[in-house]
């Protein structure tokens, strides 16, 4: 199922370039992730540092974060009828630009009312949602050895099987060494003139 986008993308300067008028519509790029045939997207690895109760918010950094601005949208859809869903829930989590999480430190415990480079936001009507972020670096997964960048998602809506699920990029030197990289779950990147921007769609089952 191809998108097609005729909607001109409007954004404000910021100190990054990274601070966005409105709520623009972000063009669609290669999704591998939603196929023709609208086949369930592939589920991938929680991960150790999930945390429940993120806020609700599509931007998960400040726009004075390290590293490279970025902006991931696309639409939750339903596998049996390829139509988009709304209200589904798209949590997300991520490491920073130093290749960590906001719990990741043994010794040093985040504030439990404190979530960095984490947020849940809900689909719009049209199935769509959309975040702000930075590119997360690489880092070592322990006994897997390097992680190729990813960001992690869980998607929930109501009458549908809930998907644990991880998006990783085009171009990353560990996509070919990580075990758990699945090519269904590689996105584009397109370079914008302050940031980049790719398109991650979501197909979920219905419950049985």
Known sequence: MKQKTNMKQKTKASRRGFIFSGVAAIPFLKSRAL???CNPTETNAEGPFYRKGAPWKAKL???D???EPLV???RVIDAATCKPLKGATVDVWQANAAGHYDNDNPNSQPDPDKFHLRGQMKTDKDGRYRFETILPANYSGGG???RA???HYIVSCPGYVPLTTQCYFEGDKYNETDRLVR???IIGLAEKKKFKEGTFDIV???AK
């Open 35 to 37: 196929a023709d045939s």
């Open 61 to 63: 950094c400040g726009a």
């Open 65 to 67: 974060e390290p590293g």
């Open 72 to 74: 991931i949208s696309g």
């Open 144 to 146: 897997i050895g390097m």
């Open 149 to 151: 960048k990813h960001i």
């Open 183 to 185: 090519r269904s779950l």
């Open 204 to 206: 979920l089952a219905k």
